[in-house]
């Protein structure tokens, strides 16, 4: 095991960032897995998940299980963890901006298709070389001063060279769900069985160019672009929602560390067998996901329980007026499973109020929350 880190500017003069991250390598040909959590950096879960995963692949490697590489990044935005507003941590946005850390990712395609040129081969496994080391290349092409985006490519230094990217994340209240894209889907299924998840939603673009997307797309727009050449798709990545925001529990990342322990045993960075259980759920489009919102402002409670399975018509959440006592019901237009909700319970006009994941896609445009 290795502990590394890069020191990222501040703003202000006489401060800085430093983000940390672990590295454990076999130096064998086996695939490299990237782990990284607290992008969004009140988002505890991913965190300590993160954590205990290096504590246990210390032990896997003193006893020599390692047959690939593993990058675990626990903390993976110095930036935010010293964010606070009155006392509550600020994770998600940067305050300097307002722009969200996990969106901006820059989209490197282009670059690395000037740059790769005529390079590629018939040869499958040097062009997955070839492109990694473009990608690489643009990356560092592309100037920054702000810290944030310092960070993001920090981030994307790390990730870029890994087979399977894992983004750890959660929700305000939650059942364990994943997002992902079409072209990993087969590989990050596996994980979401082990992990027990109640919704897999899937989409080519999401919107926004989030962390996860950054990392794939390029592998799939170059293919396009070399049509004559064998290229395989060379990073696979999801984004996986460890429940809600007050889940920082031990016992459950422990659960969730030895899942992906497993998860790592099924694609070959870590020795052993690994079977892979029946999925909770089977994938949906991500376009056919109903975000419910607030029509009026109020107390909000829920009529159902996280993971229910609700029809379209059916009462989600009721709005108390305060003042009036008056009565609003928020009814779902989807059919599918209740699988995230804020952790607040007053309500403000276009709130948020909660996920279902159909099957029948109905959105366009920008699919994620901002």
């Known amino acids: 095991m290795h502990e590394h880190f890069i020191n990222i500017p501040g703003r202000a003069i006489g401060t800085t960032h430093r983000l940390t991250w672990f590295t454990f390598d076999s130096g064998n040909d086996g695939p490299h897995v990237y782990v990284q959590g607290g992008l969004h950096a009140d988002e505890g879960p991913g965190m300590l998940a993160a954590r205990l995963l290096v504590d246990r692949l210390i032990e896997e490697d003193r006893a020599g299980k390692m047959r690939g590489k593993v990058t675990v ?32 990712y820059p989209d490197l395609t282009a670059l690395a298709i000037a740059l790769l040129g005529d390079t590629l081969t018939n ?3 040097a062009n997955t070389a070839r492109i990694r080391q473009a990608l ?42 994943l997002y992902t894209q079409p072209v990993s889907l ?8 082990l992990t027990r998840c109640r919704a897999v939603l899937v989409a080519e673009v999401s919107g926004g160019e989030p962390f996860d997307e950054a990392l ?18 060379g990073c696979a990545s999801c984004t996986l929602e460890l429940r809600g925001r007050m889940d920082v529990d031990r016992r459950l990342a422990a659960d969730d560390v030895a899942e992906l322990v497993n998860y790592l045993r099924h694609v070959g960075a870590l020795a052993g067998n690994q079977s892979i259980p029946a999925m909770s759920c089977q994938p949906t489009p991500l376009a056919a996901s109903e975000a419910l919102v607030a029509s009026v402002s109020g107390l909000l409670s829920y009529a159902i329980p996280l993971g229910h399975h609700v029809r379209a018509g059916d009462v989600v959440a009721e709005i108390t007026d305060p003042i009036t006592g008056e009565l609003h019901p928020i009814q779902a237009t989807t059919a599918g499973i209740f699988y995230a909700r804020p952790a607040t319970r007053i309500a403000e006009i276009n709130k948020r109020l909660g996920k279902i994941a159909g099957t029948r896609p109905f959105r366009d445009g920008p699919l994620l929350s901002p």
């Open 216 to 233: 794939t797309k390029p592998w799939r727009s170059i293919a396009e672009a070399f049509p004559d050449n064998p290229i395989l798709q």
């Open 136 to 177: 690489l290349q643009a990356l560092e092409t592309i100037e920054t001063s702000a810290p944030s985006d310092r960070l993001r490519h920090a981030l994307m230094r790390l990730a870029l060279p890994a087979d399977v990217v894992i983004d750890l994340h959660c929700d305000g209240e939650a059942e364990v769900h």
């Open 186 to 193: 087969e590989r990050v299924l596996p994980l979401a069985a």
């Open 73 to 104: 990044v626990p903390a993976a935005n110095p930036l935010a963890l010293g964010q606070f507003l009155h006392g509550d941590q600020q994770g998600r946005f940067d305050h300097y901006d307002g722009r969200n850390f996990n969106r901006d």
């Open 123 to 125: 040869d499958p496994q």
